[in-house]
Structure formats: C-alpha cells, structure tokens
C-alpha cells in the first residue's frame, strides 16, 4: 500500500511539474513575455485539455495550465482521502481505494467540463430557433448576414449570441462568410449548427431566399424540441411508476401493518389484565 502511495504522489507530482513546465519551440528559441504566459503545456496538449475548455466556452477564465494544475490537486487530494481510510478496510481493498480515489480526483476536472460543455450545447440549442427568427427579420430587411449576426449577438445574452457575435465580426473583418462559418461549426459542434451554417452557405451559392429558409429551420427546430420533451415526459413515466412501487407503497403497507400491531388485542378479542 505505501509503495502505491509513493508511485500515485509521484504521478500528481509530475503533472504539477507538467503545468508549469514550458513547451518546447524548436524553431522560436526567444520568445516574448506574453508568449511565455500564453503557452500550452505538453501534457495538457497530449490530454485533450484545450478542446474540453473550448467545448465548455471556459477559455476566458479557464487555461489548460491552470486545468493540469487542478487536476494533479484533485488527484492528490483523493490520495489524501484514499490513505486515511484505506487502511481500515480488510484485506486489498485498501489499495483499490487509494487508486480509484486518485482515479477519480485526477478525472473529476474533467467529468465537471463535460457537464458544462453538455449544458452550454444545450442552451445553445434551445435558442437557436428565437435567434433564427430574428435573423430572418434582420436579412429580410436587406442587411447583410454579418451584420445580423453581429448585432444579434451584440444585442442577446448567453453562448448562442456570443459565438454569433464573433462569427459576424469574422464575416465584417474580411475572414469571408465560408471561413467563419467553417470556424462556427469548429467551435460549436451538432447537427443544429452545421444545418444553420449549411443554409447560409446555400443561400449565398444558389441566391436562395434566405428568412423563408430560416423560418422553415426554426419551425423544424421548435417541432423537435417539442418532440424531445415529450419523449422525456414519456421515459418519466415508469420512472415515477417505479419510485412509487419502491418507495410509497412499502411505505404506507408498513404503516398499514404498525397500526395493526398496535391495535392486535383489541382485533383479536385478548385483552390483558
């Protein structure tokens, strides 16, 4: 057990060592101040950490060397847990409990980003058929579809309207709508946003109307949200049916079988003198 101890310490060490240890430039051997601070650790590069923070809209408040930093702390933080208490259980079980521990300290930063990354997609999803909408309005008028987009982002709140607000200014500054579009579908991924960005790049190819294809997408995005939540309302149904079945009914058959035994003489006719 202490030579697990030794080998999981010896492995949060090194990805604390990791996070502050600098990348290698071959080919840029003096570099600026700036650079220095803004590099990406190997290790992080190697885990995929950049990716979840970017998928999780954390890249404001969030680096990938403050993330390897976090999760050497949580590993060795589930180390700490894992050697208390441990050595009370019998036989391996000790051992195991240690390294699920680290495992699970060292995974934790992790299962926390998806979770954000999940509830971020699913905001954006939700309003995207509103956003589509205005749209709509807005290029009906004769704007151009950067100009809506940016304004659009500039004027709503949440993720949807920032990452509409950066592809607009993408579109403004020269980058060209296939461009931008292609760095939207990068930054956010599903079938709800390639579709949006594949209308857009329809209409600018063939001259399609575009604010009738945009209503039609956010009448098709309404119907399957609607469609979601009542397939949800459905699988809730025999989840309730179960709680009930597990939960109140032993419940109340218990109180059922309390007040029978508190009232047996008097049903059975004993009475006690």
Request: glycine share 8%.
């Amino acid at each position: 057990m202490i030579a697990l101890g030794l080998v999981l310490i010896a492995v949060a060490v090194a990805l604390t060592a990791a996070a502050f240890r600098e990348p290698r430039w071959p080919h840029a051997p003096c570099r600026s101040p700036r650079s220095r601070r803004t590099a990406v650790p190997a290790a992080a590069i190697s885990l995929g950490l950049p990716e979840r923070i970017r998928r999780a809209g954390r890249e404001a408040d969030l680096s990938p060397r403050s993330l390897l930093l976090a999760k050497a702390l949580t590993a060795a933080t589930g180390l700490c847990i894992g050697s208390i208490v441990g050595p009370v259980l019998p036989g391996r079980l000790g051992p195991l409990l240690m390294a699920g521990s680290a495992a699970f300290g060292f995974l934790l930063p992790d299962l926390l980003l998806e979770r954000s990354a999940r509830r971020r997609h699913r905001s954006m999803v939700a309003a995207l058929p509103d956003a589509l909408d205005l749209l709509a309005v807005s290029v009906a008028t004769g704007r151009p579809v950067a100009v809506g987009l940016f304004e659009l982002g500039s004027n709503a709140r949440g993720p949807l309207a920032k990452e509409f607000a950066i592809t607009g200014e993408a579109m403004a500054w020269g980058s060209g709508q296939g461009a931008a579009l292609e760095m939207l579908k990068t930054r956010v991924s599903g079938k709800e946003i390639a579709s949006f960005c594949a209308t857009l790049e329809r209409s600018r190819k063939l001259g399609s109307p575009l604010a009738e294809q945009l209503r039609r997408q956010a009448s098709t995005l309404r119907q399957d949200q609607r469609r979601s939540i009542e397939e949800a309302a459905a699988r809730a149904a025999p989840k309730i049916q179960l709680v009930i079945a597990l939960v109140l009914v032993p419940s109340v058959l218990l109180l059922m079988v309390a007040a029978l035994v508190a009232n047996s003489d008097a049903l059975l006719g004993v009475g006690y003198r």
